[in-house]
């Protein structure tokens, strides 16, 4: 079992930058691969990015590609996720998961979920 919340979620103008934290308690969290998954209003919740347990691989969303990176530390039990250059698009609930699937860009590729935390980017 494993318990992750995600921290670090605010208001910020186009252009700037957030850095999303998720904290993980529980069993075994280096070796999960963790994702991070962003819903907007309206939408399905879509992939971010993903970190193998490892931290070896990392895949993002083409649409963040350079601007956003996830990384992990594993001594810590946290993932995170610095996000810069900002846009309204970027506005949604961002949660944090954990799975075994490598690469794993599905919801369905994971079993253990945060509650999210808002990021909203005013234009």
């Not at 970190?51 to 594993?74: C, E, L, M, P």
């Not at 001594?75 to 799975?99: F, H, R, S």
Request: aromatic share 10%; glycine share 12%; hydrophobic share 35%.
């Amino acid at each position: 079992q494993l318990q992750l919340v995600e921290s670090g979620g605010g208001l910020v103008q186009a252009g700037g930058s957030l850095r999303l934290s998720c904290a993980a308690s529980g069993s075994s969290f280096s070796s999960y691969n963790m994702g991070w998954f962003r819903q907007a209003p309206g939408k399905e919740r879509e992939f971010v990015a993903a970190i193998s347990w490892h931290s070896a691989n990392t895949h993002y969303i083409d649409s963040v590609k350079g601007q956003f990176t996830i990384s992990r530390d594993n001594a810590k039990n946290t993932v995170a996720l610095q996000m810069t250059n900002l846009t309204p698009e970027d506005t949604a609930v961002y949660y944090c998961a954990a799975g075994v699937v490598a690469g794993g860009r599905r919801v369905a590729d994971y079993t253990y979920w945060g509650h999210g935390t808002q990021v909203t980017v005013s234009s």
